[in-house]
């Protein structure tokens, strides 16, 4: 569950301000903007669900399954750090269609701080890539989940039915290991019982 904590804590971050941007010029409306995570790197939100839906689904999926998902996790984490790390690198750009969008100018001058939150969205996307890798070394542990996994299981790793040991005459209608006819886990030995009973109750004698 770890991995869906910090899936969440990545999309989280991107909900809160990640930049700062102070842009001057005459003929600047408006001085002084708030760069939303979800603005200055539109693939972390994304990356973050993606990680999330595979740490989910590899709760519920099979040994094949469970190797795509963590697999899906890593890439998931490892792609939320690349995006971070590229804000990290060049606020300036990450910050670039927000300040032309509210300005209505492309390549205004601009004063951009960072915030704490990107570095914050990097950490729990490294975590995420962990916890991915984790999931891989640790699913060939988990136990069996689903129905299919069970059938291929008991297909190659249980050993088959003994047969029933068959009667010997006049010994009581018993097996040669003194267990009685029939008695091996099958519904011969019950069904014998009833055609017995029936035939009593008809009159004839069953020992015939």
């Known amino acids: 569950m770890l ?50 839906a595979g740490t989910l ?9 469970r190797v795509v998902a963590g697999a899906v996790v890593v890439l998931a984490g490892a792609g939320v750090v690349a995006a971070c790390l590229a804000v990290l ?7 670039e269609g927000t300040i032309a969008q509210a300005t209505g100018l492309a390549g205004s001058q601009a004063d951009v701080v960072l915030t704490a939150f990107p570095a ?24 069996l989940r689903t129905k299919y996994d069970t ?12 047969p029933a040991a068959p009667a010997i005459p006049g010994a009581g209608g018993r097996a040669p290991d003194g267990r009685p006819a029939g008695d091996g886990g099958t519904e011969h030995g019950r069904v014998d019982q009833i055609d017995g009973w029936d035939r009593l109750s008809r ?3 069953p020992t015939r």
């Open 151 to 162: 059938a291929a299981h008991g297909a190659y790793g249980s050993a088959p039915a003994a």
């Open 89 to 95: 690198g060049d606020p300036r750009a990450a910050a």
């Open 57 to 65: 689904a590899a709760a519920v999926a099979g040994r094949i399954g």
């Open 3 to 52: 991995c869906v904590a910090f899936a969440l804590a990545a999309f989280g971050a991107t909900t809160q301000t990640w930049l700062d941007a102070d842009v001057s010029g005459a003929a600047v409306r408006t001085s002084h903007l708030e760069v939303q995570g979800s603005k200055a790197a539109t693939a972390v939100s994304a990356l973050a669900l993606v990680g999330l």
């Open 203 to 205: 009159g004839d004698d």
């Open 120 to 143: 914050l969205a990097a950490a729990a996307g490294g975590l995420l890539a962990a916890g991915g890798v984790l999931l891989l070394v640790a699913s060939r542990r988990w136990a």
